[in-house]
């Protein structure tokens, strides 16, 4: 996974039965890192390589969300929708 320029790893890894399921349970973790990400004031995009066990690329998720602030932009704080 991606984080700006920071690669944070996980040797654990998960095991899917296809790519598709691979695919799938990946945006899963993707949108719940991201919901985590916002709820901090965090809206950089989370990005997460899914490599096979000889480390080949499989695909890549990306969740992201762009805000367009039209007033100035608010302070941090605890929030929720």
Request: charged letters at 30%.
């Amino acid at each position: 996974m991606r984080k700006g320029t920071d690669l944070i790893r996980d040797d654990e890894g998960s095991e899917f039965a296809s790519q598709e399921a691979g695919a799938q349970g990946t945006a899963r973790a993707t949108a719940e890192i991201g919901a985590g990400r916002l709820a901090k004031c965090d809206f950089s995009d989370v990005v997460v390589k899914v490599r096979d066990e000889r480390n080949q690329r499989l695909s890549t998720v990306t969740a992201s969300m762009k805000v367009d602030w039209h007033t100035p932009r608010p302070q941090p704080h605890s929030w929720s929708a």
